[in-house]
Structure formats: C-alpha cells, structure tokens
C-alpha cells in the first residue's frame, strides 16, 4: 500500500532488470487507480461545513499581482552555490568566486529557471548598457558591419531548447578517488533553457562572408574580454546571437544584452556579452582554446577543439542530496543529452551495470536539449548501485568510468561523460561512488 | 515548366527572375556600416604568426619589475613559495608537462603559442586592472615569462617580428578534435 492507500502490486513479469528496476510503464498502470480515489474524496469533502479549519492563505485575500515575479518565501534555500567539487589541489580563488551552480537535485522538468541556470565567468559579470554595446562581425567578409540590440531585435528570431554544459562539468570524476561533493557540486554546471535569437548565418549572409572563411573569433565586452574560435561550419549551421533565455532579455550573468550560442559546444564557446565575431581562416589559439578547455590524453598529446559535448546522463533522483528512508518503491529519475542530436535510450542498473532496464523517455525529446527519464524502482533495503546509460541517435553510447579512463587516461580536467554510480547504503544514505 | 510561345522574350526573363526570387535570402537588413574604431574597440586577438602584434618591444629584466609591481600579489615569483599563491598556478619552475593537473601546466611546460602569452595577458591582466599597461610593457612581461621558463635568453628583445618566431617546448603537444576525435581516444561504445 501507498500512503494514499492505493494498491500497487508489482508481480515478476514488472521486474526488468535485476537490483529491483521495474517496468518502465508501472506508475502510468497505477495512475488510473490513484485518480478515482483523490475524486471520491473531494466530493465526501464539499458536505463538511466551510471556513473550519482553513488555513489564513486560504480565509484571507493574498496580495496584489506581481510586476517581475518572485518565489516562495519558503524556496529561498533553494539557490546556486558557488562553490568548488575541486579537491585542495584544484582549489582556485577565482572559479570559486566566478561559478555558481544548478540545484540539479530541485529540478524535475527539462528547463532551468532563468534565476538557477549556472553561470561560469572568468573575471566577473559585466554591468553593460545596451545602448552603448554592438557586436561587429569583420574579417573575410565584404561588408563589415555593426548591431545594436534594437537592430536584433527586427531581425526574424528563431526559438529553440538547448542544454548548456561547461565541459568542466563532473570534472572532478576524473580524481582518483570519489567525491564526497552533493550532486549539485558535481554535476551542476548544466542547465537547460529555450534561447530565442537571431541566427548567425543570417547577419554572415549580409556581411557578404567570403567562400575562404574557415573560423570565427568570437570575443565578449566582459573584462578578460573571452575569446574562442568557432569553425566556420558550425557557424552557418545552428549558431545564434541569443538575445532571450526563457521568453526575457538573457541576463547580466548569462551575457546580456547579446550571447553567442553554440548548441551541444562546450558552454565556453558561447561568448557571453558578445562584441566582435572575425571572420578569417585560422583559429586564434586563445588562452581557452590550448592552455584551458584542452585534454592531456595518455601519451602526452592534448585534445584541442573537443567542441561538441559527448552524449551523457546523470541521476538526479535519488541522487546523495537525499536519503532513503523506508524500504519500498521509488522513482528513478535524471537527465540526458547529447551534443550531436537526439537522445534514442537511456537504461538504468541498480546493480552497478550488470543488468539494465529501459527507461521511459519524457517527451518531447529534442535534439542538442535535456530529455526526462524515469522508471519506477523497488528497493529492498540492502545495497543497491544506481546508474543510467545515455544513447543518441546517432550511435553513441555513454561509456563506462573505465571505459572512458582506458581511452582518454586520467589526466584530463574537461569532458568527464562517463556513467556516474550513485551507492545507496543500507541505512538509505546515498554517496558517489565508482563502480 | 512550358511558356506560352508568344511571349516576348523580355517577359519571360521577367517571369523567371520572379520565379527564382522565392530561393533568394529575403532577410531585412538591419547592420550599419563598422568602422575602423569600432573595430579597434572591440578586437584584440594576436594570431600565431603574429598578425595584429602591435609596435613595441620589450625584454625581461624590464619585465620582471613590471611583474614585482603588477602580478606579484597573486604569483609567486620563482623561488617564492607563497601557499595561497600557488593555489591559483604556478607560473614557472615546471618542465614536465605530464603533471596530472592543469594547474602544473606552464608556460613552458605546456603553453604551444608564444603569442597566446601576450595576447591574454594584455586582455585580461593584471586582474585588477586589465590593458592598464602598455603594448611595450605587456612584451616586457611577455618577455620576462618566457625567460623563467627557460624559453628565451634574458637579453632577447621581443616585440612583434621576434615574439611569433619563439618556439615553445610543447608546440607539437596538441591534436585537433574537431570534428572528430582521433580513432584511439574515441569512447563510443557499442
């Protein structure tokens, strides 16, 4: 019995994988009963007599319409920290002052309030006025020109959901031994927003770019003033001058008033408070683009230009922000995305990837955005290793820690992929662990 | 598709051309004219082979009192071993670019451009204040890091015919991933 007193009896042809993962269709089954029971109960409640016992939100009227919304009171706690899953031997003053993560463990859906979506700058947040910022797009083109936000703004936008991960993120999985950091510590510099812009190739286009263009320096008006060079494919594929993050001007923290955006790159290629795009045919090799943002690979020879994020998935449910406290059926739930497309599959193991269940992906799925998965598990109060396993349209699969380390080595800092385990002890506690 | 044989041929041309419109980019055009100062205000970057170095020129021992004034609150000079300045990088004294982390790759160590040196630090030092020096004392400072990390002599003046032709000891250590990651290191499973 649930608390709701709703029978849900899971028989053996539910199970399909062992450690207690179920049919991924389990609740969807139960749902229908749960439903008759809350309508019988609403109407036993319209005979009792009125005002008794209500709560003062409900006898006294609340207070006048908002002009910028506000949360609860009461979800004040629930914020980005700033702080850093490093060990001592990462610790740095500046990525701990100038990052600040997503509560990953709060969000339930696909899309990060603008107020929560991490932010990663590298000397602080600008205070622009956008009447007097422009970005001019110059090089190889016949026409250098300059835009303002109010010219943007005319501009036919498109409006599409995107993940945005720092390839730093779950960096720390590459230590030698498990972090004892929250799920939001390790994983938390991912987010997800729609982002209306305007797209690149269509000002390239009134530029007049030259056949021979093969990059694009983007630079940013931030102090530092952030440089990457973007291939000239992807320039003219899907990359937008973002000029809104979930239906408002994107904001300070996020690049305002006008952001490169690279769907599935690494979040350090989409230049924040963008001010010049130049156009040529060699990148520039900027401090982010070798010295950081590159990985030592076992031989000694550093990935560069590692842009596009690997497909990926992360538990946000039960994950070690929680314990279990009863013994019993739970929902497993987490996110999953890939730099290429589409996420086709994400499995999920209670036995620390020795059998897998297939779990139920959330619509809609869309390409280069988070997706939703779920599946009901049994946990029987003993032992259990969590895990899921992303798969993308294109083929890729989500490696294994091992895998990964016996491909890349141990000394990379960015584009940890790999599945993560969550431990869930005997007691119910919950830790990061390497299976 | 067939025209009528009795059209002239100047409406047929016409017809065609409007035919073909639809297939044309119909975008408004709404970018004004840059000019060479909004360029210089808003681009900065130096290119391997040195294209838009500027003039000037500087050496290390210029340099290195630069860097007592400039850099020396976060950076430890060589030889010093300020704990709280290390957390942040050492900047040299490391000649092994297989050091696990990345705050053990230096300039010398691991750095492949020696242009990316004075590139970023003109944009973004000291941190305090960053382009508060000039282009000379930024090559000055340029100077003075190759120097400790043993990449330059002392007396080599650097400015920008000089600075694109040093050779950095990891210039061969990187591998270009885009748009795909060589064979050995890939982790696509089946």
């Known amino acids: 019995m649930d608390k709701k007193g709703n029978s849900i009896i899971i028989d053996a042809a539910d199970h399909v994988a062992k450690g207690g993962v179920l049919n991924r269709r389990l609740f969807l089954n139960s749902a229908i009963a749960s439903t008759a029971a809350l309508a019988t109960a609403r109407a036993a409640f319209a005979q009792e007599a009125v005002g008794e016992g209500q709560d003062d939100w409900t006898l006294i009227p609340g207070s006048s319409a908002e002009l910028y919304g506000s949360r609860s009171r009461f979800e004040e706690e629930r914020v980005k920290r ?12 500046r990525l701990t002052k100038y990052t600040a993560r997503t509560p990953l463990d709060h969000m339930l859906g696909t899309i990060t309030p603008n107020g929560l979506h991490f932010e990663r700058t590298h000397q602080g947040i600008p205070d622009i006025d956008p009447d007097q910022h422009f970005l001019v797009i110059h090089g190889m083109v016949k026409n250098p020109l300059k835009f303002d936000i ?14 945005l991960e720092c390839s730093g993120n779950s960096g720390t999985l590459w230590s030698e031994t498990p972090t004892n950091e929250s799920l939001q510590a390790i994983h938390g510099l991912l987010s997800g927003a729609e982002w209306t812009g305007v797209l690149l190739s269509t000002l390239l286009d009134e530029c007049g770019v030259s056949k021979d263009a093969k990059w694009i320096i983007a630079e940013g008006a931030d102090n530092g003033m952030m440089t990457r060079s973007i291939p000239i494919d992807k320039a003219l ?42 156009v040529t045919d060699r990148p520039v090799m900027s401090i982010q683009e070798t010295v950081k943002y590159t990985d030592m690979m076992p031989d000694n020879m550093s990935l560069q230009f590692t842009l596009e994020q690997d497909v990926k998935s992360i538990i946000t449910k039960p994950s070690n922000a929680m314990s279990l406290k009863q013994k019993g059926l739970y929902e497993v739930t987490g996110l999953a995305w890939s730099g290429k497309g589409r996420i086709s599959r994400v499995e999920v193991s209670a036995d620390g990837g ?17 997706t939703r998965f779920r599946i009901p598990w049994q946990w029987y109060g003993g032992p259990a290793i969590l895990q899921s396993r992303a798969y993308d349209e294109f083929g890729s699969i989500q490696p294994t820690r091992n895998q990964l380390i016996a491909a890349r080595g141990r000394k990379p800092t960015y584009h940890f992929h790999a599945i993560q385990s969550w431990g869930v002890q005997s007691n119910g506690e919950i830790k990061n662990v390497y299976a | 598709m067939s025209m009528p044989k009795s059209l002239p041929k100047s409406l047929l041309f016409t017809a065609l051309l409007m035919a073909a419109q639809p297939a044309l980019a119909q975008q408004p055009h709404f ?28 050496t290390a021992d210029k340099g290195k009192e630069l860097f007592e004034v400039n850099c020396n609150m976060c950076h430890n000079l060589p030889g ?22 990345n705050l053990q790759q230096t300039i010398g160590s691991y750095w492949p451009y020696p242009t990316t040196v004075f590139d970023y630090i003109r944009r973004a030092m000291p941190l305090v204040a960053p382009m508060s020096l000039s282009n000379s004392e930024y090559y000055s400072l340029t100077a003075y890091l190759l120097y400790e990390n043993g990449v330059i002599d002392e007396d080599q003046v650097i400015n920008k015919d000089t600075l694109p032709k040093v050779k950095m000891p990891n210039r061969d250590g990187f591998i270009n991933a885009y748009p795909d990651i060589p064979e050995k290191y890939k982790t696509r499973f089946k």
């Open chain 1, 354 to 370: 020795k059998t897998w269940g297939d779990a139920m992906l959330q619509d809609p799925i869309l390409p280069k955005m988070l």
């Open chain 1, 150 to 163: 109010n010219a943007l703004e005319n501009y036919p936008t498109v409006s599409k959901q995107f993940f």
């Open chain 1, 82 to 93: 700033r702080l850093t899953p490093m060990s001592d031997e990462f610790y740095n003053l």
């Open chain 1, 237 to 278: 594929d899907d990359t937008m001058i973002a000029i809104r993050q979930n239906g408002e001007r994107i904001r300070p923290s996020q690049g305002y008033p006008m952001r490169l955006f690279n769907p599935g790159f690494e979040g350090n290629t989409s230049v924040k408070w963008l001010r010049s795009l130049y």
């Open chain 2, 80 to 101: 010093e071993d300020d704990p709280t300045k290390n957390q942040i990088g050492k900047l040299f004294g490391i000649k092994d670019k297989s050091g696990k982390t």
């Open chain 2, 31 to 58: 970018g004004v004219p840059a000019s060479q100062a909004d360029i210089d205000k808003s681009f900065w970057s130096i290119f391997p082979d040195g294209e838009f170095l500027p003039d000037g020129e500087g």
